[in-house]
């Protein structure tokens, strides 16, 4: 995949993070984030998880770009994220969204998706170049390229969230930010995404930030998981001492509410 | 209770007050379709299905009933009723058409502006709609016909600058909709600046709501039409139009020349019942494709 | 006997006429406009009253008059016991006080007036009026609605208290007015003319639509229609509860030519314009056959209407050969402006248009609203349009000025034809007290203009009224006066 | 239905109608028998559930999963008689302790409907009246039933919503679903699911919309009502190890078949027979134990329209209590070698 | 409650002088001249420059709006120039008949549109909804003023049910000449309000809550009103609102057809008399009623739909 511009090798490294959203009646306004720091090195995927408005989301979409609103500082392979970004900074970190059906536009081919982004960034130098690239995209997340040329109308969940990876890797990211991109659909759907991230990670390098409130699915896909409640990040280690020795009050909570197989 | 949420169903409810039924959308949209494709047909090809020319008078026939010269009669000047019954449609079906295209583009246009960006600009967009929609639509298409003097242009104007309101709300409310899901954001993260976003995937994808609606605004630019035409206000004669024929026909109506009114008056209503037939099998089929 | 019976005035009753137009005002010295001058006329008396045919003046408030010999001098004398609705008796004061009021300049009917010197009052009972020179027509002028007859200084009220509470001392009296929506009137029960009024009250009621205004009378609902569209009346007639009265009326209908524009301003152009309007057509089109194509600009209600005087026949060839003596052989391109909303001018103006088409001159319909057409003649930015005029006074005085002179208030009914000639021959005809004398130089006028066609005359319309077939002997003056006094209904 | 005994209002214990009593105890709470259900869809019949069967007796806890669209809705609201107008049942029969549900023109649904079976819905934010008061939705059919005024049914609302674990249940029985947490809605459905005292209780994906630590209370509250009331559950959900922590039983559906079912929940996810349950737990993610690669299907089931309308074999007995549907080659290909195939794909 | 209605009112303010200044433009933009509509004919220059003088009419634009603003802010419309009457009592007089008809023509749509959306969704796609929307089409097509001719002709001069037009003098005569009127008006919402209800209801019948109730084994009465035509009311009272937002339009037709002393005829005159405090006064009536009923609307939505009700 070196044609998809992938230089690999760029860690994200959040410092204290905090985010207010003003409210009608207090002044204070609502603490969504507060004093959030959080790293993804290189090709690693780190997992976070917490209840609902907890501030998982909220996180993934400053580390984007999309929540402009901050305090604290966002360095990106050493070079500080300013609120405005270069495009090659944005480029560099993509996202993938929960709802496969909201997030993609029906009235366009993927081909045409693909393609707008492909001429928006520059890659690909003429339409065969792009069509060339955005069947390797489509194989990259396991698609039989023909389906490029069909509206997300007629596509299952899966397809679709397959097609919205596909997007967001179209532009050659570094990091990959999934908020609950698993949570819509079906188990044996989610499986097969979430071996789709694995083998991104393991094929082109890419770190990948995965947003979950499922536990057992970030259990068994991050290497790092980060817990975060209220706000904060109350626990933050490899998978594995989370789980089996969790140390917060809250991740034992959590941990204790996750229905599991026999 | 917050005006967006009072705004966001009202231009919803707007949307919908265009719509009907569910599974028959097909067969509405054929008989619409059908029947507004007659009438414009008919507009198209008025001189060759009649003899007479629609100002043509003769005095030696007028105020006739119908009979194998004169199919639907002649007027007060001795004209043909049913070739100003054909001529009218090319005049009033343009007229009513035109000014839906002009309002549906820029209400669109405003109104994806308006629900994508927010902030002052909305708010401006927002209360100059509250004043065109509080205001009395027909003083001020009065006016501006006063103003702008009779005829054509002017209707078209007066139209045109109240009725892009409508489609401004509902693309805005379909916008805001829109907007507040992932849609918007994922387009963002690709890197797509604001222009496309609106253009390329915002009105496409909301537009359709607009263009329903756009089928019931004609059959009430028609009804306008006609209705400044009653006032005296309308198309200049001798120009055939069904509004003026109406109101030329109506001192007749009593004294039992009942088709100077009520020959154009069908043509109105068949008209606006074969396009508000094509406006709900529309609204059918462009919900199914969602 | 049943004859009889339907030919003897019977009291009671309430008459409801409808009409287009508001009532603004109950003062008499004010108004412009029918809507108010005729209630006016039912509730004030003049000293003199229009004869009904137009042919001259009767005795009303005044029982007799006469001139001095100089000319300069006019007396008249007042009816006794004859008393306002105030209970006061009506005296010489009260008719100096009313005079006076209309002859200052504030009054848009000054101009009637403007002969007028002084009033004098020898005693309670006789008015002297004083003119510079010799004025034939102040009989005439004494019988028009803005020299009725007010109690002095408006029995102390403020003109515009007075215009909502009037005291007069006509047949009817107010009884409650909502402005711009109906006024009631009743009968005054002290009227000096002992037996009338019959009616017990008569309401003026505004319906602004046409079509409104016949169906309520063919409903019942109502009992005069003011304004029956020409269109209307078949409808009328054929439902059997409404009758249809035309009466002779001084209106004359024309389209006006604006004669500061080219072509306008060639003679023949006019000529050719005026050969190729079928009057004829208008009149069977338009008025449904009621009323005469027109040939004198004076409406043959008068007597200064010259008979001889036909205008110019319907006749392609000659308009043709008129207009090729013209700047303009070819034809040209002009607008005939018509008022939104007024379906006979529009129904005219398509037919004369499809005349002149047959002449190479392309017509283009252009309707304003009444307003906006009004200012448009008024500012003489058009190019031909409809006006018609009517007299308010029996007196051809003023009507021959009006449409005939440069400066008679309408230059010539907006089409802004100049001839100091013809202006010279209407004041001088207005100093002659021989009527005789007076007609040679109005038929001279009328033959002028006859020539010049600036206005061309299309017909002489009666005055339109539908009723109910209850109501009896309606008899609208000349003049307009509605003369309701006289009106009674049957059961 | 009003009969003496309905008067308590005690809502542990069966409150069945009197005459029906006497049979209870033979014949199982729920049976379900070879029901066929087919969609009407562009003029033509489509079969959306095909001969499914299924029982559930007094105090069993039922699990009914499978993937989306394979039909465990459908079944619920066939049960109910609450399918959509385009759907019908055109086979099989519906028994609640032994008497057929179907056969009477829906009279006897009716009458089974909230006394006999009640329903909790997927999404309380949208199952719930957004007009109505919380506590006067939760006793409105039982006070129309008990022609109780409007004081009675308050306290009973209060008792319920204090049963369902709401605290403080007196603030809240005036508010209004949307003033409420999910967690909180999805209690105050099941307070209006149990509050005529049902002898079965039919459970769409209850806790789906919810938080982890909301949905485990939930299952919480369920245990317990199971215990208190010693009703039936029939539990549906996409979620195994949520069925694993609350079920004894388990059938799992796909494509508008049941395609393996025990009454030992244990022993089949321990041992699963059928290719497609395999497949199914293979996809599910851990909390304990190692961690593997899970097993990703290539595809869901193929829409209704697209389906194979061939007649299926019936369940075939595995031990006593435990069917499973033969697997065609082509069903072993998709479930076994299939997911590795399509893996590798690219 | 209360902080609501503030800030409603508050919001009105922009509205109000948006359409004060619109209508103010508009009539100064207009040709014609009022003096010399008033005057007619005859009048001399100096009896136009008097008139003129005394409207106010020679002083600079900007001087007649502040005057006129001025006015407004301290709620003195003015005086007809026609009249000779202040505009606030004549619209006293104006006012009650177009509420009136307003009223009644709701009260029409009400009572003939629930009825009827009812039976189409309980039977959809049968025979009367087919009829009824068939019905609709054309209803939704036919000129306001063609429907009043209509009703005249049948109703009146055929079967003298009803006085022609005009407004009566005792109540009871207001109403019934505002019966046939009002049924005019109320066919232009009807389509609007049945369409609207319809899809509403069915709407709820289909919706999960419904279902709910259902396998609560409530009774399809109990369904019916506290569920289905509850929720439908919601939508209901807004396309109601909206209706009668434009029927204020409708009123100018739909008076000057059956010749009723209301606003609409007020308006239509003073517009062809330029009248402009009449048109200036009118104008802003019509909009206060417009975003009155809006209110009004609001208001009904915060009783009928807890979810927007302000705590
Ligand atoms: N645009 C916003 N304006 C105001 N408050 C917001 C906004 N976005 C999020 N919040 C609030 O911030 C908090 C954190 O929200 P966030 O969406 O990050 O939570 P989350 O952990 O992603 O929850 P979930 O699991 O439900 O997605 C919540 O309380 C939410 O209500
Ligand atoms: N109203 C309907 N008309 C036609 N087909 C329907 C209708 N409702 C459901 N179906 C079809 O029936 C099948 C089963 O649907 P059902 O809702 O029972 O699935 P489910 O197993 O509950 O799925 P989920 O987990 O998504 O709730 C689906 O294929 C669906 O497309
Ligand atoms: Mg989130
Ligand atoms: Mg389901």
């Known amino acids: ?262 | 209770m917050t005006e967006v949420m009072i705004e966001k169903k009202r231009a919803g409810l707007m949307s919908r007050i265009g719509r009907t039924g569910r599974r028959r959308g097909n067969t509405h949209l054929l008989i619409g379709a059908v029947i507004v494709g007659l009438i414009v047909l008919m507009a198209i090809c008025a001189p060759l299905l009649t003899r007479y020319g629609p100002i043509d008078q003769d005095f030696t026939a007028t105020l006739q009933g119908p009979s194998w010269t004169h199919l639907l009669g002649t007027d007060n000047l001795g004209r043909d009723l049913w070739s100003r019954i054909l001529f009218g449609a090319r005049t009033d079906l343009f007229l009513a058409t035109v000014a839906v295209a002009a309002p549906l583009v820029i209400g669109t246009a405003i109104g994806a502006l308006s629900g994508y960006f927010g902030g002052w600009f909305d708010t401006i967009i927002m209360r100059i709609a509250d004043i065109v929609v509080a205001f009395p639509f027909y003083v001020l298409v009065i006016s501006l016909v006063f103003i702008m003097g009779n005829g054509v242009g002017s209707i078209f104007a007066a139209i045109s600058i109240v009725s892009w309101v409508a489609y401004a709300r509902i693309v805005r409310a379909e916008t805001m909709v829109l907007s507040s899901t992932d849609f918007v954001d994922a387009l963002k993260v690709g890197g797509l600046g604001s222009g496309r976003i609106v253009f390329r995937h915002l009105v496409p994808n909301v537009v359709s709501q607009a263009i329903v609606y756009a089928m019931s605004d004609i059959v009430a630019n028609i009804g306008v039409i006609v209705t400044l035409s009653y006032f005296g206000m309308g198309i200049v004669p001798p120009t055939p139009d069904w509004g003026s024929m109406m109101a030329d026909g109506q001192p007749f109506f009593a004294g039992g020349y009942y088709g100077l009114m009520v020959v154009p008056a069908a043509a109105v209503i068949v008209t606006s019942f074969g396009l508000s037939l094509v406006g709900d099998g529309l609204a059918n089929v462009l919900r199914v494709k969602r | 006997t049943r004859a009889s019976a339907a030919d003897t005035p019977q009291k009671g009753g309430d008459l409801i006429m409808l009409r287009a137009e508001q009532l603004r005002t109950l003062l008499p010295s004010q108004p412009t406009d029918n809507a108010s001058i005729w209630p006016i006329e039912e509730v004030f008396n003049t000293l003199l009253v229009p004869k009904q045919d137009g042919s001259g003046v009767a005795p009303s408030l005044a029982t007799s008059w006469e001139q001095s010999k100089d000319g300069l001098d006019w007396t008249f004398h007042l009816r006794h016991g004859v008393k306002f609705t105030n209970g006061q008796e009506m005296t010489s004061k009260d008719v100096k006080f009313s005079i006076e009021e209309t002859s200052k300049p504030s009054s848009p009917f000054a101009f009637i007036n403007a002969a007028i010197t002084k009033v004098t009052t020898p005693d309670a009972y006789t008015v002297v009026i004083h003119t510079a020179k010799p004025f034939a027509p102040l009989p005439a002028d004494m019988a028009i609605f803005a020299n009725s007859i007010v109690p002095y200084d408006y029995a102390g009220m403020t003109p515009e208290a007075f215009s909502k509470k009037p005291i007069g001392t006509g047949p009817f009296m107010l009884k409650s007015w909502t402005p711009g929506v109906e006024a009631t009137f009743e009968r005054n029960p002290n009227y000096w003319d002992k037996g009338k009024p019959y009616l017990d009250s008569i309401t003026f009621k505004v319906v602004a639509d046409s079509n409104t205004r016949a169906n309520e009378v063919q409903g019942g609902q109502a009992q005069i229609d003011e304004f029956p569209a020409f269109s209307s009346i078949t409808a009328l007639q054929n439902s059997g509860t409404a009758k249809i009265g035309t009466y002779a009326s001084s209106r004359v209908d024309f389209l006006s030519i604006n004669t500061q524009k080219k072509p306008f301003d060639n003679v023949d152009v006019r000529r050719a314009i005026a050969s190729a309007v079928d009057k004829n057509t208008l009149v069977k089109v338009v008025l449904f056959g009621h009323g005469k194509p027109a040939g004198a600009y004076m409406s043959p209600s008068s007597w200064s209407h010259d008979p001889s005087i036909t205008g110019y026949p319907y006749d392609l060839k000659a308009a043709k050969a008129f207009l090729a003596k013209s700047p303009v052989p070819d034809g040209f391109k002009a607008t005939i402006t018509v008022a939104s909303g007024n379906s006979d001018q529009q129904t005219m103006a398509q037919i004369i248009q499809a005349s002149l088409a047959k002449l190479g001159i392309k017509i283009t319909i252009q309707t304003l609203d009444p307003s906006a057409a009004y200012d448009a003649k008024q500012n003489g930015n058009y190019d031909m349009g409809f006006s018609y005029d009517t007299t308010d006074i029996v007196d051809p005085d003023e009507i021959i000025r009006f449409t005939g002179s440069y400066d008679g208030g309408s230059h010539g009914l907006y089409s802004f034809y100049k001839n100091k000639e013809i202006d010279s021959w209407i004041a001088k005809a207005a100093t002659l007290n021989d009527q005789d004398a007076r007609q040679k130089i109005y038929f001279k006028v009328e033959k002028a203009w006859n020539e010049a066609q600036p206005l061309v005359p299309l017909f002489y319309t009666p005055e339109l009224y539908a009723y109910a077939s209850n109501v009896h002997d309606f008899h609208p003056f000349v003049t307009g006066n509605y003369n309701l006094a006289d009106v009674w209904m049957s059961k | 239905m009003n009969g003496a005994g309905m008067a308590t209002r005690k809502t542990d214990g069966p409150a069945g109608a009197g005459g029906e009593r006497a049979s209870a105890g033979q014949a199982p709470l729920l049976e379900i028998d070879r029901l066929c259900v087919s969609a009407h869809i562009n003029g033509q019949d489509w079969r959306a559930l095909e001969n499914i069967t299924l029982r559930v007796d007094r105090g069993e806890t039922r699990g009914l999963v499978g993937e989306s669209g394979s039909g465990k809705s459908l079944t619920l609201r066939a049960a109910m008689g609450l399918l959509p107008g385009s759907l019908s049942v055109t086979s099989g029969a519906i028994r609640f302790k032994g008497r057929d549900l179907l056969a009477d023109g829906g009279k006897a649904m009716a009458a089974v409907r909230g006394t006999g079976i009640a329903m909790v819905f997927q999404e309380p934010a949208v199952a719930l009246n957004p007009v109505m008061r919380v506590g006067r939705q939760i006793t409105d059919s039982v006070s129309a039933r008990r022609g109780w005024g409007r004081r009675q049914a308050r306290e009973f609302a209060v008792e319920l919503m204090d049963q369902v674990g709401i605290r403080d249940p007196k603030r809240w029985v005036e508010a209004y679903p949307h003033q409420l947490s999910g967690g909180m809605r999805q209690r105050v459905m099941i307070a209006s699911a149990i509050a005529c005292g049902p002898e079965l209780i039919f459970c769409d994906e209850p806790t789906t919309a919810l938080d982890v630590t909301v949905q485990s209370q939930i299952l919480k509250l369920f245990s317990k009502l199971q215990a208190d009331l010693h009703a039936g559950f029939l539990y549906v959900t996409h979620d195994l190890s949520v069925v694993a922590e609350f079920c004894s039983s388990l059938s799992v559906m796909y494509a508008g078949r049941i395609v393996e079912q025990s009454d030992d929940l244990k022993a089949m996810v321990q041992a699963p027979v059928h290719p497609y349950t395999r497949a199914l737990l293979g996809a599910v993610p851990r909390i304990k134990g190692p961690i593997q690669r899970l097993r990703g299907l290539s595809s869901s089931a193929p829409p209704l329209t697209e389906r194979s309308q061939a007649p299926t074999a019936p369940l075939a007995e595995v031990s006593p209590g435990w069917q499973v549907a033969p697997a065609s080659p082509e069903e072993v290909e998709l479930f076994e070698t299939g997911v590795q195939a399509w893996e590798a794909q690219a | 409650m209360l902080r609501f209605l503030i800030r409603r009112l508050l919001l009105l303010i922009p509205v109000v002088v948006g359409v004060a200044t619109l209508t103010f433009m508009l009539m100064h933009m207009t040709p014609g001249d009022p003096a010399r509509t008033y005057l007619g004919d005859r009048a001399s220059p100096q009896a136009l420059a008097a008139l003129r003088h005394q409207w106010g009419l020679d002083q600079p634009l900007w001087r007649q709006y502040l005057a006129f603003m001025g006015g407004l802010a301290t709620g003195n419309l003015g005086q007809s120039m026609f009249f000779h009457d202040s505009i606030v009592s004549l619209l006293a007089i104006r006012l009650p008949p177009t509420l009136l008809l307003m009223a009644i023509a709701t009260l029409f749509s009400i009572l003939i549109s629930v009825p009827l959306a009812v039976w189409m969704a309980l039977s959809r796609g049968g025979a009367v909804d087919t009829a009824v929307r068939s019905f609709n089409s054309v209803a939704q097509g036919t000129p306001l003023f063609f429907t009043g001719a209509v009703l005249i002709a049948v109703f009146s001069l055929k079967l003298h049910w009803f006085p022609v037009a005009g407004y009566g003098k005792t109540f009871g005569e207001h109403v019934v000449s505002l019966i046939l009127p009002s049924i005019a008006v109320a066919l232009v919402i009807i389509p609007f309000l049945i369409r609207g209800l319809r899809g509403a209801l069915i709407d709820a019948l289909n919706s999960e809550f419904v279902n709910f109730a259902k396998a609560k084994g409530l009774s399809r009465r109990a369904i019916w009103t506290h569920y289905a035509l509850r929720n439908a009311a919601i939508p209901g009272i807004s396309i109601l609102g909206i209706q009668v937002g434009y029927l204020a339009g409708g009123s100018l037709v739909i008076e000057n057809v059956f010749a009723i002393p209301g606003m609409g005829t007020f308006l239509m005159k003073g517009i062809l008399n330029r009248d402009f405090p009449v048109v200036q006064a009118s104008a802003l009536i019509f909009a206060l009623l417009v975003i009155f009923v809006y209110l009004l609307t609001d208001i009904a939505y915060g009783l009928f739909d807890p979810r927007v009700r302000v705590k």
């Open chain 1, 1 to 262: 995949m070196g044609s998809a511009g992938m230089t690999g090798g760029s860690e994200l490294v959040a410092e204290d993070i905090s985010v207010t959203f003003a409210t009608r009646r207090r002044d204070a306004g609502h603490r969504a984030l507060a004093g959030v720091s959080l790293g993804v090195r290189p090709g690693e995927i780190v997992g976070l998880v917490g209840e609902s408005g907890s501030g998982k989301s909220t996180l993934g979409r400053v580390i984007v770009g999309l929540q402009q609103d901050y305090t604290g500082t966002l360095r990106f392979g050493g070079e500080v994220l300013a609120h405005r970004r270069t495009r090659a900074q944005r480029r560099a970190i993509q996202m993938v969204f929960q709802d496969p059906y909201a997030s993609l536009d029906p009235q366009m081919t993927v081909w045409k998706m693909l393609e707008e982004l492909l001429i928006v960034h520059g890659i690909g130098e003429n339409r065969e170049a792009r069509r060339a690239r955005s069947e390797e995209l489509m194989r990259l997340v396991h698609m039989p390229p023909t389906l490029l040329d069909t509206r997300p109308a007629g596509m299952s969940g899966g397809q679709r969230q397959r097609v919205a990876i596909a997007r967001a890797l179209s532009v050659g990211p570094q990091l990959l930010v999934a908020d609950e991109a698993t949570s819509a659909l079906d188990v044996s759907v989610q499986a097969g995404i979430i071996n789709l991230f694995a083998d991104l990670r393991a094929e082109i390098g890419l770190s990948i930030l995965f947003i979950s409130h499922n536990l057992a699915v970030v259990r068994s896909l991050c290497d790092r998981v980060a817990v975060i409640c209220q706000g904060e990040i109350v626990e933050e280690a490899e998978t594995r001492a989370v789980f089996d020795a969790p140390r917060h009050d809250y991740t034992r909570q959590l941990l204790a509410a996750a229905p599991d197989l026999p």
